[in-house]
Each structure stands twice: as structure tokens, then as C-alpha cells.
């Protein structure tokens, strides 16, 4: 017999990194940086990575959720509505004593998350598929919003809203200082806790991993609640950079929230995959985007980019393999 | 086809069907106790000119849920279909030209889409929804604002006051029967309910799941062509609203995500659910947000109710 350890670890070789899904679109997005940074002189400047940075914490906020929930075998077509309902959410329930915006902003967290549990509870006991209960929520909630907030923007003062807008600490935009905090919380969840390891079994083999003693309901009304929340909190984000909150707001989100998980790799079909690619994924459309409003082009051609590129990136790193 | 089998075969796959068929015979029931015009010719002939355009995109979403498909660009085909219609009737190709290259971009966009999705191994999803960006794009590329023309008289054949609607919708459930009888059509819901099984069987899979992604597409811009009779010109993002409805209607109809699963009857009678619930909404006075709302929680319990009756007899 040969020696166990070189089997149970095998060499390093550089192929393996290029296997490796998280590393693979990382290393997309450092060299779209690199080659843009050379071709368009403003584009490598600190000043405009650290913009697109921010614009991606959004994005990777709401994509925590979704990873969460695309890796447990469903998908949550509501967080758009969900950022919406927060972004607008936060300056109607603005308290006459609350001057520092913290108990709105925790009430709205709380709702947020109350609307992912109903999620959960239609997915889960009433067995509605999550892609209807999910959408058939993020109608209920635009007709709900439209009739609460009506069409005009809300806009929100207070300090807390404004520091998560604008502060910078030691040059670094709170906004990513938030994301990188959520990012570390929501790694180590999925990946060292047994919550984490019940997503991937339940994604996996919903059957077998009931047999095998995991409580379905309860951890799937928990992987929706986990979704409402980070996409609550892309709420109270948005609406600190943008300064207002208006209905359709959190629209743009849904689908960049799915194009992040699935450029990360994370497998549309569930059981496999990881939140350290959807960070990746996520400045990766952001700089598409970025890309594509560089080149000046009309409505039309931009869409048309936008979608073609995503297609190239799902043929370099979204080939799913392990379909049936 | 053995004759004996034929009726007992269909009340099986009607089987699960009854409890829709009850709701929606109950809806129009409502629908004609408030409107008592609906039960003449013209009354139903208009009634078919709003059911239509949902109905053939729900028929292109069910199509790809047999297979174990699903598009997110059935919208967004909706709006190049229109807009390809609105800018080619009143040019040198006219009325017949103008119908051949809907029907062509439909096609080839749809197997385009296919070829993608299945040959390339890349989830659904995802590849149809990147799709919606190119061909909203094309749509806003060849039309950028409302705008173009449908001559009049096509317009009157197939909006007017004619049950033109009706009969289309006959004819294409009937020509939906004739392809479920030909090689492909058969190999559909096999290819849907156990692709593997069935490629060892020799079931052309991959050809079945392209060309139904073809004949989706047909479908959907034939639904942006009639929209486009409807208004009488094109509108770039006309169809957006479709890609979620037409989900929400197969579903309705018990369509399943996983293939194999569901019937072209059962899509239809969920998309005429969802118009007729729309139409009879307007009727009580519902301001149009109102419907978002009703329409959100009449999908989840029409829905769910066979999973709350399941507990039902269980107790």
C-alpha cells in the first residue's frame, strides 16, 4: 500500500485551483480589473474600485440569503419585494423618540424576517413550490407597498442611516465593512455549523436527510427567514446610499441576487456550493455593468451585452456537470 | 391507439384536475352573474381577446415544464414578437411576410435557447434568463420606444368584433393534440418524467427538449403578434408581466417543475383561471394595486389547497 497521506491529500497542482469555482470567478474578476484598469485609465483608480465595491455589497448582502437558499434545493424569487418593503419600510416607521434610527431600522429587520418565515411556513407545510410561494409573495407585497407608500420616494434622516450611506472608516465605506462582517458570519454558518450541514443535505436529498432525523420544516422556514433577513438589511443599505426609498427600488435585485449564486457556482439544482463564490459573483456583475456603462452604448445594445456576458461566464465557469 | 383505453386514459390525467376545473367553472360562473354580456357571441369573443395572449404563453411555459425545462424570457419574447409584428405588416413584407417572421424568430430564438440549455448542459434557469437580457435588448434595438403600426383590417380580423380569438385558441390546442402524436410529441413526456430511462429506451431526449424550446418560442411571440393586433402598434416591454404569469398559470394547472408531471388542459384551464379572476376583480371595482394583492394570495391557496385537504382527511 502506498502512503495513506498522499491520498487522502493530493499534491498541489495549479489545475486544481482552476476547479475550484470560488478561486476560478475571483481570478475572472481580477483579470477583468487588470484589463479594464489598462484599457480605461480611470477604471483601476481606488477611488472607483472602492464604488463598485460598494455597489457589490449590496448585491452580496441579498445573494447571502438566496446562497443560503439555492444551496438547501429552493429559490427565493421575493427579495426584491423584501428590499423594497425595507428600503421603504424604515422611514414609515421613523419614531418620534427613536432620533438615532436604530429601533426602525430593527423593527424593519424583524419584518423582513417575518416575511421569510411566511415564506418557509407556505414551503414547508403547505408544500407550494418555492418558486410560486416566493413570487406569488413579491406580488402580494408590490400590491401591499403600492397602496401603503403609493408611487412617490420616502426619504429618511437619521445618523444611523447616514453613517451606513457615506461614513468611511479609515477609508473603507461602511457598507463593505457590513458586507465583509455578514460575509464572515454567513461562511462560518454554512460551513462549521450544523445548521450549515443540514442546508447541503437537505439540497442534496431532501428524502434521506429526513429519514436520517433532520427536522425539514423547521430548518427550511429558517434557510427563508435567513434570506428575508439579508435581504432586509440590502434594504436599510440601499436606502442609506441612496437617501430615499421608493416602490421598485429592490427590483434590480432579485435577478442579480441569482445571476451572483450561480457565476459563484453554487448549483441552481441545490446540495452543493458555496457563499465564498457568490462574493466573487457578486463584484463580478457589478463590474460587468460598470463595464458596459463605460462603453456608451444604447438601451438596447446595453442589455444585450449585459445578458451575453453572463451567458460567456456561465459557458468559462457554470458548466453543471452533475445534472441527472 | 387502442379505442377502449382512450376515454379511461383521459379521465386519469383529468384526475387531480377537478378541484381547478370546479374554481374556475365557479369563477366565470361569477363572472357572468356580473356581467351578463359575457354569454352571447361578442361577449365571449371578447373575453377570448384577453384570455389568449395568456393563454398560448401559458402553453409555452408548460411545454418547457414537461420536459423539466422553465424559461424566464417567455416576457420578454412576448415583447420581440410584438414589436418584430408592429414594424414588419406595414413594410414590403405585409400582412403574410410579416407573420412568417414572427413565427421564424420565435423558432429559431426558442431553439436557439435549447441548443444552449441541453447541449451545453447549463441550468435552464439561468441560461433563459441571461436569453431575457439579449432579447429585450433585440426588442428595444428594433423598436426603442411604443411605437409602429398593424394595418386596420388585421387588427378588426383578429381584435375586432369576430371570435377570432377562440377559434385560434381552438385550433392551437388542437394542433397541440397532433404534435403529442407524432414521434417528438410522444417522446416529450418521457423525456420530462425519466430522461435516462428514456434515452436507453431510444427516445430522441435531446431533440424532444429542443424543439420544445422552439415551439415555446413560437408561441410566445405569436402571443406578443396578437398583442400587438390588440393594441395596433408595438411596445418594447409589453410583455414583461407574462414570464411570472405564465409560471403562475401552469402551476395552477398542476403543471410540475420537475417534469413529466402535469397537461396542456390543466395550463389552460389555470391561465383562464387567472384572467377570469383579473376580469372579475375589475368588475367588483378592486383599484388595480388591489389585484396585486388578491392575485398573490388566490395563487397560494389555489395552490396549496390540495395539501390542506391532504391534511383533511388524514385527521
Redesign the interface.
Known amino acids: 500500500m502506498k502512503d495513506a497521506k498522499s491520498t487522502r491529500f493530493p499534491p498541489w497542482l495549479p489545475a486544481a485551483l482552476l476547479r475550484n469555482r470560488a478561486i476560478l470567478t475571483f481570478m475572472i474578476v481580477v483579470l477583468v480589473w487588470i484589463v479594464a484598469g489598462l484599457a480605461k485609465p480611470g477604471f483601476g483608480s481606488y477611488g472607483h474600485l472602492r464604488y463598485l465595491l460598494e455597489l457589490a455589497a449590496v448585491i452580496g448582502l441579498v445573494a447571502i440569503g438566496q446562497t443560503y437558499v439555492v444551496i438547501a434545493g429552493g429559490i427565493d424569487l421575493s427579495v426584491g419585494a423584501i428590499v423594497t418593503v425595507s428600503a421603504v419600510g424604515v422611514p414609515l416607521v421613523a419614531l418620534s423618540g427613536d432620533s438615532s434610527g436604530v429601533i426602525a431600522v430593527l423593527f424593519i429587520l424583524a419584518a423582513a424576517t417575518g416575511i421569510g418565515v411566511l415564506n418557509g411556513l407556505g414551503v414547508a407545510y403547505l408544500r407550494i413550490h418555492p418558486m410560486i410561494m416566493t413570487l406569488a409573495m413579491a406580488t402580494f407585497l408590490q400590491g401591499v407597498l403600492i397602496l401603503i407608500a403609493g408611487g412617490t420616494a420616502i426619504s429618511a434622516q437619521n445618523p444611523l442611516l447616514a453613517w451606513l450611506g457615506n461614513a468611511r472608516v479609515i477609508g473603507i465605506p461602511a457598507s463593505v465593512i457590513l458586507w465583509t462582517l455578514a460575509s464572515a458570519m454567513a461562511l462560518f454558518v454554512l460551513h462549521a455549523t450544523p445548521f450549515g450541514a443540514r442546508l447541503f443535505a437537505l439540497g442534496a436529498n431532501p428524502v434521506a436527510s429526513a429519514l436520517s432525523g433532520i427536522n425539514v420544516r423547521t430548518n427550511t422556514m429558517a434557510v427563508y427567514a435567513v434570506s428575508g433577513l439579508t435581504a432586509g438589511l440590502a434594504g436599510v443599505l440601499v436606502l442609506g446610499m441612496n437617501g430615499q426609498g421608493y416602490v421598485g427600488i429592490g427590483d434590480p435585485y432579485l435577478l442579480a441576487s441569482i445571476a451572483a449564486v450561480v457565476l459563484g457556482g453554487t448549483s441552481i439544482l441545490g446540495g452543493s456550493g458555496t457563499y465564498a463564490g457568490t462574493i466573487p459573483g457578486a463584484i463580478l456583475l457589478v463590474t460587468i455593468t460598470a463595464l458596459i456603462t463605460v462603453v456608451n452604448a444604447s438601451a438596447g445594445w446595453r442589455s444585450i451585452l449585459f445578458g451575453s456576458l453572463i451567458l460567456l461566464l456561465l459557458l468559462l465557469s457554470g458548466r453543471d456537470s452533475q445534472r441527472r | 391507439m387502442n379505442e377502449a383505453l382512450y376515454w379511461p386514459a383521459q379521465r386519469q390525467r383529468n384526475r387531480g384536475l377537478y378541484g381547478l376545473f370546479a374554481v374556475v367553472l365557479a369563477f366565470v360562473a361569477l363572472y357572468a352573474y356580473l356581467f351578463p354580456g359575457l354569454l352571447s357571441v361578442a361577449g365571449v369573443s371578447k373575453f377570448a381577446q384577453s384570455w389568449l395572449p395568456l393563454a398560448l404563453v401559458s402553453m409555452a411555459q408548460a411545454i418547457l415544464m414537461l420536459t423539466g425545462g422553465i424559461s424566464l424570457a417567455i416576457g420578454a419574447t412576448v415583447s420581440l414578437g410584438a414589436v418584430i409584428a408592429a414594424t414588419t405588416m406595414t413594410g414590403p413584407l405585409g400582412v403574410p411576410g410579416g407573420i412568417v417572421a414572427v413565427a421564424a424568430a420565435g423558432l429559431a430564438i426558442g431553439a436557439l435557447c435549447g441548443v ?1 440549455a441541453i447541449r ?4 435552464a ?3 433563459t ?13 428594433i423598436l ?1 420606444r411604443p411605437g409602429g403600426a398593424i394595418p386596420g383590417w388585421f387588427s378588426d380580423l383578429l381584435a375586432g368584433n369576430t371570435p377570432a380569438a377562440l377559434i385560434l385558441l381552438v385550433l392551437v390546442a388542437l394542433l397541440w393534440k397532433l404534435y403529442l402524436a407524432t414521434p417528438l410529441g410522444l417522446s416529450l413526456y418521457a423525456a420530462g418524467e425519466n ?2 430511462g428514456a434515452y436507453r429506451a431510444g427516445v430522441p431526449v435531446d431533440a424532444a427538449r429542443i424543439m420544445a424550446y422552439a415551439l415555446s418560442g413560437l408561441l410566445s411571440t405569436l402571443a406578443g403578434l396578437f398583442i400587438a393586433a390588440q393594441t395596433g402598434s408595438g411596445d418594447p416591454v409589453i410583455g414583461q408581466a407574462f414570464t ?1 404569469n405564465s ?2 398559470a401552469a ?1 395552477l394547472g398542476g403543471v410540475g ?1 420537475l417534469g413529466g408531471r402535469g397537461t396542456m388542459r390543466g395550463a389552460i384551464a389555470g391561465s383562464l383561471l387567472l384572467s377570469v379572476m383579473i376580469n372579475v376583480m375589475f368588475f367588483l371595482g378592486f383599484p388595480p ?9 388566490i ?2 391557496g389555489a ?2 389547497l390540495p ?2 385537504s391532504r391534511w383533511r382527511r388524514a385527521v
Open positions: 444552449i451545453l448542459r447549463l441550468p434557469i439561468i441560461v434568463l441571461a436569453a431575457s437580457f439579449i432579447i429585450a435588448g433585440a426588442a428595444l434595438l426603442p430522461p435516462v411570472l409560471i403562475a402551476v417543475f394595486v388591489a389585484q396585486y394583492v388578491a392575485q398573490g394570495l395563487i397560494i395552490v396549496a395539501e390542506i
